[in-house]
């Protein structure tokens, strides 16, 4: 969101992501520890994302209105993500997000990206799979959001975990809460409304942050006939340095 910008000038100097001052981030941060998110307001603007749009439309409509998923820098290189990802002011912020949150240093580190395209029937086994992430702070822009029906809207749980010491006790809470059986008790728990639960429901134009590591969170799914697109921005992963991670990652890809 520009203000205080001339407007004939507005062209030339329209900032990728503002530079956004210590109040508004304290606010983002106390918003994030309080209700589980914080929200970066008007920070994208519209003609950045007219033109990711129509990048997910094409890949969508070549999948046959079907699911897609680009993980990692690669597949969307050229896209405004990368543009997002190698702003200063985005970069900034994110590693304040990250020292503010968890009192050490932010890591010398690139994001890790992922652009999802909830669309069809495939998109719908996409929903309300609850986890936690693998980063500690995720920064989620939303690109097309449907705004009838069934709108594949953010949903969090309440309480955060802690950072864990070693990657063997984040896999030990993974392994926990990725199985049919814990799945399918979180989702009644929810349907049948006894467990408490944060819906967010997300505006194109801004920036969701949250700690994706520590907090559970899964999306409602979206009706078949429309998209649903996110742009996620992971930034610190606290157990990159593990040999057991290293193993298991060298294992899985051969």
Known sequence: MLSNVPNDVSSMVRPVFPVLSDTVLGGIISDMNRRGYGVATGCIDPEDLALLRGFIERKVADAGGEYV???GRDDTRGTFMETLANAPAFQATCRKLYEA????????STFYQVLRCLSGRSGARHAFLFHYDSFVLTALMPVIMPTEGQKGDLIMLPGMRRIRKTYIGNLIDKVF???RITQAIIKKLIFSGKMNYTKVSMVPGNIYFFWGY???????PCD??????????????PHAGSWLRRIMRRTASA
């Open 69 to 71: 998923v680009f993980s």
């Open 101 to 108: 949150g968890t009192g050490r240093v932010a890591p010398e």
């Open 177 to 179: 809460l990725d199985n």
């Open 214 to 220: 520590r907090i559970i969170h899964a999306n409602e």
């Open 224 to 237: 078949y006939d429309k998209i649903r697109a996110t742009a996620l921005f992971h930034y610190g992963n």
